[in-house]
């Protein structure tokens, strides 16, 4: 199984003040990998540094044996990496398809934005029921579903997901863990960060337990599960 991305050793945080200390993590073709850890453990600044929404000050990011250290989130896109932010982050006045197609701004051709919006409403039929609604008329899980929706309209090789659970309820998030792991039968590598560590870690290949910017654990799903410490800390048990 081939790396996709590569992190190695990275230092980033805001205005002078460290996030991320020396974090290092591997994602594979085809996997789900799960981030994990407590609020400020640094899982979302880890994901918008991948993403080219900041950079290291530190340390070097490989996407596909490209250095992408420095490469902008706009270039990132073009590459393959799509990143669906904590919070949604739709354009709350546009229309649902409005907001799915300018998830595909790196395409210009036509009749491959039309076939990318089929495949989204083939994936999420509610969202083709609501195309033409405002994203701020929609609920909580439909919103989340659009915005992972928008995410694919790219066409990414991996996708980066930023705590898709938030705000929902328990039926809706049993829902949202399904649809990652169908996007990923489909191909696409998921790199998922998320503060529900049961629910994560059950779709999950491996994952990284992070803790002040630190990698604390690593390992497969079932090796995370199964450590005391682990469900201790942060499965309550």
């Known amino acids: 199984m081939a790396a996709m991305l590569k992190v190695k050793e990275i230092h980033c945080g805001y205005d002078g003040a460290p ?14 990998v799960a981030i994990l850890g407590a609020n400020g453990a640094g899982k979302s600044t880890t994901m918008r540094t991948i993403c080219g929404l900041m950079h290291p000050e530190k340390g070097q990011i490989l996407f596909r044996g490209e250095d992408i250290t420095r490469s902008p989130a706009s270039e990132n896109i073009r590459k393959g ?81 930023d705590e898709l659970s938030l705000g929902l309820m328990p039926s809706l998030v049993e829902k949202v863990f399904e649809t ?39 390992g497969t799903a079932r090796e995370l599960l199964d450590s005391d410490e682990v469900k201790k800390a942060y499965m309550g048990m």
Not at 83 to 100: A, D
Not at 104 to 127: G, H, Q, S, Y
């Open 81 to 161: 990496i799509s990143y669906i932010p904590e919070g949604r982050r739709l354009f709350p006045k546009l229309s649902v398809r409005e907001n799915l197609e300018l998830g595909a701004f790196t395409v210009t051709d036509r009749a491959v934005i039309e076939e990318r919006l089929e495949e989204m409403f083939t994936i999420f039929p509610k969202l083709k029921a609501r195309s033409s609604q405002t994203a701020e008329t929609l609920s909580g899980g439909e919103q989340q579903m659009c915005a992972i929706a928008r995410g694919l309209m790219s066409g990414p090789k991996l996708i980066m997901l």
């Open 19 to 32: 996030v991320i200390r020396g974090l290092s993590l591997e994602v594979n073709e085809g996997e789900i």
């Open 180 to 218: 990652v792991e169908l996007i990923n039968r489909q191909g696409i590598t998921v790199l998922l960060v998320e503060q529900m560590v049961q629910e994560a870690l059950e779709i999950a290949t491996r994952g990284y337990v992070l803790q002040t910017g630190r990698v604390v654990h690593s």
